[in-house]
């Protein structure tokens, strides 16, 4: 892949002004280095092996991230329940050394697509007529909600970062 950096003006042969650039590979702008793949325990494990030149020594420092994908936290939790997920993370955090990492990453997306089409599918199915109108009640209340950014998909995705 090819980044643009710089663009400079010229004359072309025929008195167009055209725009030159100036091309560098993609591959050499960012700290990617490969993807890599482990197997532990009998479980295949995805990472990113990355590389990048360290601006006091210019030696190249190496570091393996891992991603996960977290179930979010639903906002309405019971008395302590807090508290508990609290402590959990607290005690987690405790175990990490200086050359380790972790990076949030929340995302919060208004999107009811899976939703209708199981809706449709539901409607589609069904002969009663009575439950084929509560199904699309229930869709235009679903979209009513999506359009608001009332219903919303969570997630959170952690990445752990292990320098070599």
Request: one cysteine or more; glycine letters at 4%.
């Amino acid at each position: 892949m090819i980044a643009r950096l710089s663009a400079k003006s010229s004359i072309s042969g025929k008195g167009k002004r055209s725009q030159v650039y100036r091309l560098r590979r993609f591959e050499d702008e960012c700290d990617l280095l490969a993807f890599c793949r482990l197997k532990v325990e009998g479980e295949d494990i995805g990472c990113y092996l990355n590389r990048r030149r360290n601006r006091l020594t210019q030696l190249w420092e190496y570091s393996v991230v891992f991603a996960f994908a977290v179930r979010g936290v639903h906002p309405l939790l019971y008395p302590g329940e807090a508290e508990t997920i609290l402590k959990r993370v607290e005690q987690s955090l405790k175990g990490l050394h200086d050359r380790q990492r972790l990076t949030f990453r929340f995302r919060s997306v208004a999107d009811d697509s899976a939703e209708q089409a199981a809706i449709a599918e539901l409607m589609e199915q069904s002969e009663s007529v009575e439950h084929q109108y509560f199904q699309a009640a229930r869709s235009k209340n679903i979209r009513l909600l999506n359009d608001q950014g009332r219903r919303q998909h969570k997630s959170i995705t952690v990445f752990a970062s292990y320098q070599l």
